[in-house]
Nanobody, 128 residues
Framework: QVQLVESGGDSVESGGSLRLSCAVS????????MGWFRQAPGKKREGVAS???????TYVDSVKDRFTISEDSATNTLYLQMNNLQPEETGMYFC??????????????????????WGKGPLITVSS
């Protein structure tokens, strides 16, 4: 059984930092493309960052230079370090895994084909 369990969600003030973790069991993350996605209240889910099977990282433009995605193969855990958070980034944050070679090919693949496995997502609230 595959499980993705996120942790690290919290409430922070604008400009604050958080680190999300996603503990994965049932699959080896180094053999999957892994990603972080978020969904603001009343909005569609969007891709935030991904690490493809080949190790390449991709970020949505709005988080470049502020967010860092990483993975630890020893513990099978995916991370997202988020700095200088802004109120508009409030929402549910989900990690996901898929055997696809890459998760962004000009657009986020999950919008066309979905992702095989999703976590349930912690809520992040950024206050102004």
């Amino acid at each position: 059984q595959v499980q993705l369990v996120e942790s690290g969600g919290d409430s922070v003030e604008s400009g604050g930092s958080l680190r999300l973790s996603c503990a994965v069991s049932g699959v080896t993350i180094s053999t999957y493309s892994m990603g972080w996605f978020r969904q603001a209240p009343g909005k569609k889910r969007e891709g935030v960052a991904s690490i493809d099977i080949n190790g390449s990282a991709t970020y949505v433009d709005s988080v470049k230079d502020r967010f860092t995605i990483s993975e630890d193969s020893a513990t099978n855990t995916l991370y997202l370090q988020m700095n200088n958070l802004q109120p508009e980034e409030t929402g549910m944050y989900f990690c996901a895994a898929d055997p696809a070679r890459c998760l962004y090919d000009g657009e986020w693949v999950f919008g066309r084909t979905g992702m095989d496995y999703w976590g349930k997502g912690p809520l992040i609230t950024v206050s102004s």
